[in-house]
């Protein structure tokens, strides 16, 4: 399975943009990257999934790399309710959603 | 729409008793999934259904762990006995295409089960 690499965790400022970012080397041709993230005492929420080029939604961006290589997961203007943890995942047809360990997001006020 | 809804939201069981856990997942979502998080392991997946039917239960740790879905609004992890080294939080998620990678995953708040 094609894995992703992400800091263990991030510190942001309140109300400043968040830059979370993903490696992804050995992704293939048809793996979407998707973002989820996990609220204290909350089950994983989906954030955003893109294949090839950048999206946008209510909750994100998610910009995607020429070389699909890597991705950055980007809030726009943190409140202390994006304190979370965030996971990048590959997922291909067939395939479970799997989690890996994520990036821990913490907002200072 | 409720969501995935689970209860209980907490248990705390002694070690021996049986445990039931259960989950209503979306209304139309044709797969179910269980799973389970630990610090240790992190989130790990124990079991998923297509159509109310089990797939794969490759993730499920041993024999005292079961898991049905008489129908597609209802859906229960069951473990007897249990240990203490069960103790967890519980995630039940649906989804309207698990295995079609543009879909997502909705999830419940999970159960804490705690086994003394």
């Known amino acids: 399975d094609a894995k992703t690499t992400q800091p263990n965790s991030m510190e942001s400022n309140e109300e400043e943009p968040v830059h979370l970012p993903c490696n992804h080397s050995?992704?293939?041709?048809?793996?979407?990257i998707h973002w989820y993230r996990q609220l204290p005492s909350q089950g994983p929420e989906y954030v955003i999934h893109g294949l090839t080029s950048n999206v946008n939604n209510r909750m994100a961006s998610l910009a995607i790399a020429e070389d699909r290589k890597s991705s950055t997961l980007i809030l726009h203007r943190a409140t202390l309710r994006d304190a979370a943890v965030y996971y990048c995942i590959l997922r291909k047809g067939n395939e479970k959603l799997t989690f890996g360990t994520g990036t821990r997001l913490t907002i200072i006020p | 729409d409720a969501g995935v809804i689970q209860s209980p939201r907490h248990e705390v069981t002694e070690m021996g008793q049986e445990v039931t856990l259960r989950c209503k997942p979306i209304?139309?979502?044709?797969?179910l999934f269980w799973y389970r998080q630990t610090m240790m392991r992190g989130l790990e997946l124990l079991i998923y259904f297509n159509n109310n039917v089990p797939i794969d239960d490759s993730g499920m740790p041993e024999d005292r762990f079961s898991a049905k879905m008489p129908n597609a609004s209802f859906s229960t992890l069951k473990i007897q006995p249990s240990e203490p080294r069960d103790s967890a939080v519980y995630f039940c998620a649906s989804s309207l295409d698990g295995l079609v990678a543009n879909y997502g995953y909705t999830f419940g708040s999970g159960t804490r089960l705690t086994v003394v």
């Open positions: 050995t992704i293939s041709g048809t793996d979407y």
């Open positions: 209304s139309g979502h044709d797969y």
